[in-house]
């Protein structure tokens, strides 16, 4: 079993739609948990970094975190063509050098 | 903020040549980068961890001597693929932890390697 699960997708939704993109973990000592945006052929772009439990809002983006669960999940409102791209869920413990474990990424297409 | 930069963004070389990848941190420095590879439709692979002034530290399975990692500088380390074959054709990522007590990692544009 993976540390870190994440349905690779892919994910098709149309323009303005809410869209939920989530993961599942294995380990309880992770405490950072992040959400990156990776388009084709480019490096990751961070959206969101946060800290154990509780809810993070950033635009139209929000981040949730449920340690109870080992559930992370990221909310994408009002979604737009030019957020079509591969989302990756990344994690902490906070120690191992700052390792990140990552999971397999999520493909997401917004339909025009 | 927390701009890294990659160079070259693609390189192809012949078979059994070696390849530099640099990695920059342009705005801040960074103790400890990272390098990783990717296949396509795939997840990133940590190869390495690097901190400035010390020797990397090497994943499972990955071998040291083809992959040579040099963390110079608090802003610049370099991966040398030594001895490059077909296989090694991959994207290759750097990133960069901004400092201390934070685990958010910035990344690189990436390097395409196409080994013929």
């Known amino acids: 079993q993976k540390e870190v699960e994440q349905d690779p997708g892919p994910l098709s939704v149309p323009e303005g739609a809410i869209v939920s993109l989530n993961c599942t973990y294995s380990?309880?000592?992770?405490?950072?948990f992040m959400w990156y945006r990776q388009y084709s052929r480019k490096g990751p772009e961070l959206l969101m970094y946060t800290y154990s439990s509780g809810n993070k809002e950033d635009g139209r983006f929000t981040a949730q975190v449920d340690k109870s669960s080992k559930y992370i999940s990221l909310f994408i409102r009002d979604s737009q063509p030019s957020d079509s791209a591969t989302y990756l869920c990344a994690m902490s413990q906070g120690n191992q050098g700052g390792k990140l474990i990552f999971g397999q990424g999520t493909e997401l297409s917004v339909k025009p | 903020g927390a701009v890294v930069s990659q160079h070259p963004s693609w390189v192809i070389c012949k078979s059994g040549t070696s390849v530099k990848i640099e990695c920059r941190s342009l705005?801040?420095?960074?103790?400890?980068m990272f390098w990783y590879r990717q296949f396509p439709k795939q997840s990133l692979m940590l190869m390495a961890t690097?901190?400035?002034?010390?020797?990397?530290?090497?994943e499972q399975g990955v071998e040291k001597d083809k992959f040579l990692i040099n963390h110079a500088s608090l802003t610049l380390s370099t991966l040398t693929v030594t001895s490059a074959h077909p296989e090694d054709s991959s994207f290759y990522i750097c990133?960069?932890?901004?400092?201390?007590?934070?685990?958010?990692?910035?990344f690189g544009p990436g390097t395409r390697l196409t080994v013929t």
């Open positions: 380990n309880s000592a992770f405490q950072y």
């Open positions: 705005d801040f420095q960074a103790t400890t």
């Open positions: 990133s960069a932890r901004v400092r201390t007590g934070r685990y958010e990692q910035y």
């Open positions: 690097s901190n400035e002034g010390s020797k990397a530290t090497y």
